[in-house]
């Protein structure tokens, strides 16, 4: 069974009043952990979900977050991209979602910035169906600049799979692998 065979063999997970009630670990288990598996198939990329990022192991503070998007070559463990779920896109849990994410994207880059003075970090926060792929920057002379670089949903109609839903996430999900 392929990806997006679930639209097929499980139709009763896009139930409206199915979607209704489910929890943000739903979202995770039902939806995005397929499409997850799919992003590190055949890559040097592996996921880690409810972890402490390498990065704050030798410190004080321990925050755990939801995706950890990691090298398998790199022999030195070390995180490419951080990300958080949410069911919805409630505005108070949109706020503390990015701003926990900024502020551990700002740690990671002041480390990376120590030897390379142009990068961006990627991060990415799931709210349900929605994807949304933002990055830190760090400009001489003005400061730390954040950026949407990319949005997609999960496509959950059949109007959503036939006007190109699953090209649209798979292409989002690719400028991950690529930022």
């Not at 926060?125 to 949903?153: A, K, P, R, S």
């Amino acid at each position: 069974m392929s990806r997006f065979d679930m639209h097929v063999h499980k139709p009763y997970y896009f139930n409206a009043s199915n979607i209704s009630r489910y929890s943000e670990e739903d979202f995770k288990v039902k939806f995005w952990s397929h499409i997850l598996e799919l992003f590190g198939k055949r890559t040097n990329i592996f996921t880690r979900g409810d972890t402490v990022p390498t990065i704050f192991k030798k410190t004080k503070a321990k925050p755990k977050v939801d995706l950890r998007i990691m090298s398998v070559l790199n022999s030195k463990e070390g995180d490419y991209s951080l990300g958080e779920f949410s069911k919805v896109a409630e505005s108070t849990k949109l706020y503390e979602d990015k701003l926990k994410l900024s502020l551990m994207a700002k740690f990671h880059l002041n480390s990376l910035l120590k030897t390379n003075t142009n990068c961006t970090y990627p991060f990415v926060m799931i709210m349900g169906f929605e994807f949304v792929l933002l990055t830190m920057e760090f400009i001489e002379g003005e400061g730390y600049n954040m950026n949407q670089i990319d949005q997609c949903c999960f496509p959950i109609t059949k109007k959503a799979i036939t006007s190109g839903g699953i090209k649209d996430l798979i292409n989002c999900i690719n400028t991950v692998k690529v930022s």
